[in-house]
Nanobody
């Protein structure tokens, strides 16, 4: 069993930046791909970014490419999402998730087996 805890969310003005963290306990994340998703009320959970087990490969939602960067520090058992040039439409609850595979870049929610509780990101004008 692994527990994932997100942090770093908050209120930021459009154009600003936030860095989300996802810390794991219980088991190491180092052998697994990880993903970030987001969800707004009334909509399905949406893929944002994924990273393979050693950070060698990353995948992004088209609308965040060039603005968001996913990274990981396996020594700290933590995954990050650096979000720059934030837009109003980035407002959502952001979740990190663990893939059961090492090299997955799946955008499908069902391909991830452990989830954090989420952290709210609100972008204001």
């Amino acid at each position: 069993q692994v527990q994932l805890v997100e942090s770093g969310g908050g209120l930021v003005q459009a154009g600003g930046s936030l860095r989300l963290s996802c810390a794991a306990s219980g088991r190491t994340l180092s052998a697994y791909a990880m993903g970030w998703f987001r969800q707004v009320p009334g909509k399905e959970r949406e893929f944002v970014a994924a990273i393979d087990w050693n950070g060698g490969s990353t995948t992004y939602l088209n609308s965040v490419k060039g603005r968001f960067t996913i990274s990981r520090d396996n020594a700290k058992n933590t995954v990050y999402l650096q979000m720059n040039s934030l837009k109003l439409e980035d407002t959502a609850v952001y979740y990190c998730a663990r893939s059961p595979y090492s090299r997955s870049s799946s955008t499908n929610v069902s391909q991830y087996d452990f989830w954090g509780q989420g952290t709210q990101v609100t972008v204001s004008s």
